[in-house]
């Protein structure tokens, strides 16, 4: 499976709580941080939550694409 990295861009301020829980289990903590995360079907799920918050791009390292 690939990587993913997952930047806040938005503030949660105003967003009701199950967003807000959504970017803590995620691992962000404020506007412009950045996690990387394994693209698991349950990681993809709470990014499709809050996708209007976040920004995803996909990491590929060079072992993997040999």
Known sequence: MGK???TLK???IGYP???RKT?????LKR???KVLHEDTPSIMGMVSKIKHLI??????????AG
């Open 17 to 19: 709580s199950g967003q």
């Open 23 to 27: 970017v803590a289990s995620l691992g």
């Open 4 to 6: 993913i990295e997952i």
């Open 10 to 12: 938005k503030s949660i």
């Open 31 to 33: 506007v412009h941080s």
């Open 55 to 64: 920004e995803v791009k996909n990491i590929t390292s060079d072992s993997e």
